[in-house]
């Protein structure tokens, strides 16, 4: 039945890596990755790319990406009186995803997929293999195609917990430049935030995001007074603004299994404290391929998802029950006031909140004592200087 090997749909990040991890794994798979949209194409999103994003790409034959464009080798945290300004181990860098997607497209491309403009509407499981729109037939399929997943959900599968970001781009202020900021916001359920990241090039991605509870949400014009009201002068000359949803992971989260594998968004994986996702995008995208490509090396593609979803657990999972602790934790404002006198004492601290919070780091014994004894203080901290331009 199979016209291809692995079918993946959706070409962002998740995808394109889960198109690489395949081809790295075995070179002559027939390897399709379907995606609605033509490449370079917009996508809501903060940018930024961990370094530890490209230390995974590397282990399927992706180098220098991002050689040409600008490393941001600092990180504001700010909330109300508390200002945390350190540099970080290693540099991120801020990518607007319209370059980012197209770069890693072009090297599945290079790699030997075949790159099929194709909007997913319907997927089928059957004995043999799996077919979408009774138009592709594929032995395994990797659902990579976002939040909203239309393979997500001809599985049956249900989302979890949500939250709502808006993104825009804007001058980047004299104050925010060469920085990464984020700053928290007061009296509200965590995480709650703004963010400016200075791409490089004279423009700031800037937004803010925060968890969904219940039905609805904030309006385009809250989310902008949000973004305003902690950091002034965000929005002036802003252009680009795109709303979008980021299902926050779990502790319990369990692939199925099968022929059919989800990665990334699709999979229920954003990072709870943080809103990152392209590190997981990337991470589970490479395992999946893999997976895939092994189960039909086998002659066994119905066993993919059971390899998949062994690996990515191995990979991911002590850190997705430290992100899930970690989350609940600060959903009370002192936890997270005592997480920033912490960082603003021990660079040791912050380096390890850094990894909990963009790629696959832990709660630490440090982090745990440093979060202890700031609890413990009843330092008010120092006023910021101010974050608008003068």
């Not at 049956?156 to 709502?164: E, K, M, S, Y």
């Not at 990334?264 to 943080?274: C, E, F, R, T």
């Not at 995208?285 to 390899?307: E, K, M, N, T």
Request: glycine share 14%; proline share 6%; net charge positive.
């Amino acid at each position: 039945m199979a016209a291809w090997d692995l079918a993946v749909a959706g070409a962002g990040p998740a995808g394109a890596a889960a198109a690489l991890g395949a081809l790295h794994e075995a070179p002559g798979l027939r390897v399709a990755l379907l995606d609605r949209a033509g490449f370079p194409r917009d996508k809501a999103c903060g940018d930024g790319v961990a370094p530890q994003v490209l230390d995974r790409l590397a282990e399927v034959g992706v180098t220098g990406l991002l050689d040409d464009r600008v490393p941001v080798g600092r990180l504001r945290l700010v909330r109300g009186g508390r200002d945390v300004d350190r540099a970080v181990v290693r540099p991120s860098y801020v990518v607007p995803r319209r370059i980012f997607d197209a770069r890693l497209v072009e090297a599945a491309r290079a790699a030997g997929a075949t790159v099929l403009r194709h909007r997913i509407r319907d997927v089928r499981i059957g004995d043999d293999g799996v077919r979408i729109d009774d138009e592709i037939d594929a032995a395994v399929v990797v659902g990579a195609d976002g939040a909203r997943s239309v393979v997500r959900r001809g599985l049956g599968l249900p989302t979890g917990t949500r939250a709502l970001a808006l993104r825009g781009y804007a001058p980047v202020p004299a104050a925010r430049r060469g920085t990464q900021v984020i700053a928290f916001a007061r009296g509200a359920v965590q995480p709650a935030y703004a963010w400016s990241f200075d791409r490089g090039d004279g423009l700031a991605n800037v937004g803010y995001g925060e968890v969904l509870r219940g039905p609805g949400g904030p309006t385009r014009t809250q989310l902008l007074a949000r973004l305003e009201a902690l950091l002034p002068g965000a929005t002036r000359g802003g252009t680009d603004w795109r709303g979008h949803h980021l299902p926050l992971s779990g502790a319990r989260w369990r692939p199925p299994a099968g022929r059919v594998l989800l990665v990334g968004d699709a999979a229920g994986l954003v990072n709870p404290i943080s809103g990152e996702g392209i590190y997981y995008a990337v991470s589970t995208g490479i395992v999946a391929g893999r997976a895939a490509a092994r189960a039909l090396a086998a002659g066994r593609p119905a066993d993919a998802g059971r390899g998949y979803g062994r690996d990515a657990r191995a990979h991911l999972f002590p850190h997705l029950r430290h992100t899930a602790v970690a989350s609940r934790l600060i959903r009370a404002g002192p936890v997270l006031d005592a997480g920033l006198r912490a960082s603003a004492g021990d660079q040791r601290v912050f380096d390890d909140l850094v990894e909990l919070a963009l790629a696959r780091g832990r709660l630490t014994a440090r982090v745990l004592r440093g979060l202890g004894a700031a609890l413990l203080r009843t330092d008010p901290g120092t006023r910021p200087p101010p974050l608008q331009e003068s």
